[in-house]
């Protein structure tokens, strides 16, 4: 069983940064892929940006050249760093890993607002 816990979401004005963090109850190596999903309000969960245990990464194409997927075995955690963030970033951010079955976190809110 993998539990799955995220923080470091809040409030931040358009054009400032975030770092979200997923912290795992137990080794990430073998957890493959982990990702970090978002929803917003009244539309579908998405991908946001994925990383394999090789540290391949894949990005949806509205966050490319903002967001960077990272992942720190050492630490159990995986780590999305969100710049230059945008009102329609706005959403609750689940982080997801997959190890025989799929897990997924609580999720934390982030509020890109004036």
């Known amino acids: 069983q993998v539990q799955l816990v995220e923080s470091g979401g809040g409030l931040v004005q358009p054009g400032g940064s975030l770092r979200l963090s997923c912290a795992a109850s137990g080794s990430i190596f073998s957890i493959n892929p982990m990702a970090w999903y978002r929803q917003a309000p009244g539309k579908q969960r998405e991908l946001v940006a994925s990383?394999?245990?090789?540290?391949?990464?894949n990005y949806a194409d509205s966050v490319k050249g903002r967001f960077t997927i990272s992942r720190d075995n050492a630490k159990n955690t995986v780590y999305l760093q969100m710049n230059s963030l945008k009102p329609e970033d706005t959403a609750v951010y689940y982080c997801y890993g997959f190890q025989g079955s799929s897990y997924w976190g609580q999720g934390t809110q982030v509020t890109v607002s004036s």
């Open positions: 990383i394999d245990s090789g540290s391949y990464t």
